[in-house]
């Protein structure tokens, strides 16, 4: 299995944590990072597990403030060749930069993805219309739209397009984001924690990837060996690996 989408410079004790994640059967991480300091740890996470620690980094909207684009920017540009995707990017429109200035970003930091030839881990709470649309005006050729719980109708889209969705063991409890992934056709579909956010109180680390694979399995009425064949593949293609 491979972890599609982990924070890992926020977790506490990561060796144990890594260790813990090959023991459940994890072959990979993907390691995204949010603002410099985060891109910094990830770099340094990924040259320490080499193989297993893939580092994607980003400035997410959550991030922004007007006096932090220009260096965040100037170091995804420095950096990006050295990573296997851009991310985590994207909008928010529950964040407080002002969603001016998030497009104005998110612009950016897709022409550099096109630029580099780096897939997009994006971020679209909220803002899944909006942020498809720019994707695509973009002319991003890989892009996985992290967490999806929007509208069906985005996700139609997203799918139709080419583009990834990618499930969490948010699926044991969130009603939109069962939805989506019921929906989406399994090819298009990415496993990931988003580690380490809490779900139901409880912290979460990557070995939780078999949660996520458990509860897909279970919404799209599929052997979970499938499921797991059929993911680990969709991630190796996405982030060519």
């Known amino acids: ?11 506490e004790a990561i060796s144990k944590a890594l260790q813990r994640a090959k023991d459940s059967g994890i072959s990979g991480i993907i390691a995204v990072g949010m603002e410099v300091a985060s891109n910094c740890r990830t770099l340094d996470l990924a040259a320490g597990f080499p193989e297993f620690v893939y ?17 965040n920017l100037e170091f995804v540009e420095a950096n990006l060749a050295g990573c296997i995707a851009l991310g985590e990017v994207g909008l928010d429109y529950k964040a407080k930069a002002k969603k001016k200035i998030q497009w104005e970003v998110f612009s950016k930091l897709l022409s550099m993805a096109k630029r580099h030839h780096r897939p997009v881990i ?11 649309q720019m994707v695509l005006n973009e002319g991003i050729e890989k892009a996985v739209f992290h967490w999806y719980s929007g509208p069906l109708e985005t996700l139609e889209k997203i799918t139709t397009d080419g583009y990834f969705v990618s499930a969490t063991p948010a ?3 969130s009603s939109p984001h069962q939805q989506a992934m ?16 809490e779900y139901q109180g409880k912290i979460s680390e990557p070995a939780q990837l078999t949660t996520t694979l458990k509860e897909l399995s279970r919404i799209k009425e599929m ?3 499938e499921v797991r064949l059929i993911t680990t593949e969709n991630a190796k293609r996405f982030f060519g690996i």
Do not use: Q
């Open 1 to 11: 299995m491979i972890d599609t989408h982990a924070h890992l410079n926020e977790i």
């Open 55 to 71: 580092p994607a980094i980003g400035y997410h909207p959550w991030s922004i403030t007007p006096a932090t684009i220009d260096e």
């Open 122 to 132: 994006v971020h679209s709470r909220f803002s899944h219309s909006r942020s498809h």
């Open 171 to 173: 699926l044991v409890y």
């Open 182 to 197: 019921k929906t989406a056709p399994i090819e298009r579909i990415l496993v990931e924690t988003d580690s380490p956010v």
């Open 223 to 225: 052997d979970t060996e």
